[in-house]
């Protein structure tokens, strides 16, 4: 009996024993490739941490740049919306000088149209006055012409006053004369006049036909177409004129039928005596 | 006094078998430990 149960324990302990050293050995094979894979992964852990650092320092470089950049980029759009305002202030100013421009400018064209409407009414009332201008123009030459027909008529009126001045001046020196030569007489010239009265002077007229000085060049002598056949008498004055001029007077020196000589009395004198000149007793 | 002269038998073997596996099965597992770093000494 005790045999069988010593073998029996036997045979037991065999085969645990047999099962221990294949347990032993699975243990082992797989401890070796669960080593081998550990070791690969420690191995590939420790590559990805050291990649990991890696990422970890170029993402802080990267945001650190980036923090850099946002704030230089919060800077400048900060910068930008400050100048977005002031070119929106800039904007608003200008739409509002804009619109003061566009008011000036309809004021100002408002006030282009009332001055083309004043320039066209100054444009006719200038052209109204050129041609009222050029009537009184007219009018002018009109009146100088007429002005100077009257100064000529009122020269010749002057010497004509003149000349009856000095003809007023001869006979009261010639009256002065005859009431001396009537008192020398002892005649008094309010007695009736007794004898032949002469003639009243007739308006008798003729030409110049030569004029010349005398001998002694001290006096000039006329000779004109009118003698004694025509009342003419020595010592009587005659007036020589040409046209509306006064020329001068002459006093008659010899007398004959048809001619007469006269000699020109210098102070009377205003031009020279052409032949053809017209001599006349009285204007 | 017999028995003890007598000669080994198949448990005798089997005996020497099993303690061969034993030792095998401990080989393996000191070899096991060293994997893991482990001395015997301490």
Same mark, same amino acid.
């Given at each position: /009996? +005790? +045999?069988?149960?010593? $073998? *029996?324990? *036997?045979?037991? %302990?065999?085969?645990?024993?047999?099962?221990? /050293?294949?347990? =032993?050995?699975? =243990?082992?094979t797989f401890h070796e490739g669960? $080593?081998? $894979?550990? &070791?690969?992964? %420690?191995? $590939?852990?420790?590559n990805t941490e050291q990649q990991l650092s890696e990422q970890q320092s170029q993402r802080q470089q990267e945001t650190a740049n980036l923090t850099a950049e946002l704030t230089a980029m919060k800077t400048r759009a900060e910068m930008a919306e400050a100048r977005v305002t002031g070119i929106?202030?800039?904007?608003?100013q200008a739409v509002g000088n804009l619109a003061n421009a566009e008011q000036q400018r309809d004021k100002h064209l408002a006030d282009l149209a009332v001055a083309q409407q004043?320039? %066209?009414?100054? *444009?006719?009332? !200038?052209? &109204?006055?050129?041609?009222e201008n050029l009537r009184?123009?007219?009018r002018v030459v009109e009146g100088i012409s007429v002005r100077r027909t009257l100064e000529d008529n009122l020269l010749d009126r002057q010497g004509r006053i003149d000349e009856a001045t000095q003809r007023e001046q001869q006979m009261l020196a010639e009256l002065a004369r005859l009431r001396g030569l009537l008192r020398f007489n002892k005649i008094d010239p309010s007695d009736a006049v007794v004898g032949p009265v002469p003639a009243a002077v007739e308006k008798?007229?003729?030409?110049? !036909?030569?004029s010349k000085k005398n001998e002694s060049r001290s006096a000039e002598l006329v000779t004109i177409s009118i003698g004694s056949d025509d009342n003419i008498t020595k010592g009587m004055s005659l007036i020589i004129f040409r046209g509306a001029k006064y020329i001068c007077e002459i006093q008659v020196t010899e007398v004959y039928p048809d001619v007469s000589v006269g000699r020109v009395i210098e102070e009377t004198r205003n031009g +020279?005596?052409?032949?053809? &000149? +017209?001599?006349? !007793?009285?204007? | 006094m017999s028995q003890q002269n007598s000669e080994p038998t198949i448990y005798d073997g089997l005996m020497f078998v099993s303690l061969g596996a034993v030792i095998i099965g401990i080989v393996f597992l000191v070899l096991s430990l060293n994997g893991y770093g482990w001395s015997s000494g301490s």
């Open positions: /009996m +005790n +045999n069988v149960v010593g $073998k *029996i324990l *036997i045979v037991l %302990q065999l085969v645990f024993s047999l099962c221990f /050293m294949c347990f =032993a050995g699975a =243990a082992f669960w $080593k081998k $894979k550990a &070791d690969t992964l %420690q191995s $590939k852990l420790v929106e202030t800039s904007l608003n004043e320039a %066209q009414a100054r *444009i006719a009332e !200038t052209t &109204d006055a050129r041609s009184l123009n007219g008798v007229t003729g030409v110049v !036909t030569a +020279n005596i052409e032949r053809g &000149d +017209n001599v006349t !007793t009285k204007l | -």
